[in-house]
């Protein structure tokens, strides 16, 4: 999924509020729908119903509920809309973010591979979990979270191998610049170096295969 652009980059300058029409509220609605915030506007209208989307969308993650889609909103509205699979993922400048990462991040603690704060940002210690699963599972090193890691994460992730459950509800909260992704999880006491995954796996898998043998 290649990153999308501001919608003020296509001539529909942010902020987007009420009164605003076009092809950037059109885009705005399709992604507050996607979020589970449909709006009862007509399609690229920007009016009361866009307008309490928008503020549900803030009050969920920590912003200021003002209901007006500004630069900030709409980068948190972009990121929410990532799911675990529609990119790859790595270690990248700028870093990328997202809830597919939060997910990915938060898939390899229950494991035991410790990527440290689940803040939906893939920085080193992320990276650095995900080379570690890699290696672990046997597959190839690269550091990359594509189609192949995220099949073994589905797959050692459930009980007897089935897919893992789709990503949880995630509440979010803001530190002044940044979005800080809050998955909704039994505590787990934190992990200071991954356990190998055979033992890690014993539990789950009734006839668990020989890693990295």
């Given amino acids: 999924m290649p990153d999308p652009q501001l919608p003020g980059s296509s001539g529909s300058p942010l902020p987007l509020e009420v009164g605003d029409k076009g092809d950037a509220v059109a885009d705005l609605q399709q992604r507050l729908a996607a979020c589970g915030l449909p709006s009862d506007d007509p399609p690229a209208v920007f009016a009361g119903s866009t307008a309490a989307a928008v503020r549900q969308l803030q009050e969920r ?104 459950p789709a990503s949880p509800a995630l509440r979010w909260k803001s530190t002044r610049a940044a979005a800080v992704w809050l998955p909704k999880m039994p505590s787990m006491r934190p992990v200071s170096k991954p356990r190998t995954l055979r033992r890690r796996w014993s539990s789950a898998t009734s006839s668990p295969r020989s890693i990295g043998a």
């Avoid at 990462?101 to 704060?117: H, I, K, N, Y």
């Avoid at 192949?148 to 589905?154: G, H, K, P, V």
């Fill in 61 to 164: 993650r920590g912003l200021t509920p003002d209901g007006t889609c500004d630069a900030h909103t709409w980068a948190v509205l972009v990121e929410a809309g990532y799911r675990l699979g529609d990119r790859p993922l790595y270690r990248h400048a700028p870093m990328l973010r997202g809830d597919d990462v939060a997910e990915l991040q938060r898939r390899l603690s229950v494991l035991g591979f410790d990527t440290g704060r689940i803040d939906g940002i893939f920085g080193d210690q992320t990276a650095a979990a995900l080379v570690d699963f890699q290696r672990n599972a046997g597959l190839a090193v690269d550091g990359i979270g594509g189609r192949a890691t995220l099949a073994e994460l589905d797959r050692v992730g459930s009980p007897h191998g089935n897919p893992a």
